[in-house]
DNA sequence: CCATCATTTCGTCTTCTTGCAAAATATAGA
DNA sequence: TCTATATTTTGCAAGAAGACGAAATGATGG
């Protein structure tokens, strides 16, 4: 991550988006696959694939590509890191981001594979019912 | 300042242009008069105070009224600080805050009734004069 | 190689932002 | 009160950002 003014101003700008900083914020306990991200955000997946690249540009976030799933997850630089942080802090312990926070709990659980598929009610479906019978479809396509 | 998700947003969104981020970068060294930070950032007044009032509005900087000026200065509350340390710290050693931070150790030698009158060189010139010889003019309109 | 499917890019529309000049507001001093 | 002046507000034009659906891309798995 460049350390100068314009990339301070679109890093700030990055994070001054709600979409955006809720998903740096949900990006905290690791990686996730765009649809999941796309999933919490609940916006069409080209405006979520619009503003992850807007992360990746000014460096906040990085990418990597497993097969035919992107994964996105908080860089390493400690510029981007002391962004990530003060801007959480700032939103305190906002409601929203808890929701979001949970509503990813639920969806680490469950194979990206399934719930690109069948959306977030068919995947948890699916997942409570792999859970207990048959089998665990989680091992191929986890994410994480 | 408050801590939410729109705050957060807020401040970032309002640190997120190269003007603002410039202006609160100036203030590091104590508050300054609107016309010390118009002189430096060549901007039209309209569009600083605009600037200033997107500063103020998200609480990263306050405002202070002394007779017919305007100062305005970082805010103390610790999250504002935070985010304004972090965008410096992004920055890195910016040539353009640089030069905007010598500007600024200029134009506080000078007597804000002066740099609005006479614009930044007719203001120079007259402290210059007066420094060595009849009443310091400092004494009654300087910043600070 | 073909079909499938996750993701990105494109086209389009609407809304927000940014800049300036000009008018309005507010304060100081005669 | 009247004038001068520092700042804010308003009106307007140009450009950017944000949202979506549809088309394009790229990888998987028959």
Redesign the interface.
């Known amino acids: 991550?460049?350390?100068?003014?314009?990339?301070?101003?679109?890093?700030?700008?990055?994070?001054?988006?709600?979409a955006r900083?809720?998903a740096v914020a949900m990006l905290r306990g690791g990686e996730l696959c765009v649809c999941q991200v796309t999933e919490v955000l609940k916006l069409a997946t080209s405006t979520v694939s619009l503003h992850l690249r807007e992360l990746k540009r000014c460096g906040l976030v990085t990418e990597r590509k497993d097969g035919r799933w992107v994964y996105v997850g908080l860089s390493d630089d400690l510029?981007a890191r002391?962004?990530v942080r003060?801007?959480?802090?700032?939103?305190?312990?906002?409601p929203?981001?808890e929701a979001d926070e949970r509503l990813v709990e639920q969806l680490r659980r469950v194979p990206v594979e399934d719930l690109c598929r069948l959306g977030y009610d068919g995947a948890l479906a699916r997942a409570a019912s792999g859970s207990t019978r048959g089998p665990n479809r989680r091992a191929s396509g986890e994410c994480r």
Do not use: F
């Not at 991550?1 to 709600?18: E, K």
């Open positions: 991550m460049d350390r100068d003014l314009d990339s301070a101003v679109a890093a700030a700008r990055a994070l001054g988006h709600p900083l809720r510029t002391e962004w003060v801007a959480i802090a700032a939103a305190g312990d906002e929203q981001l």
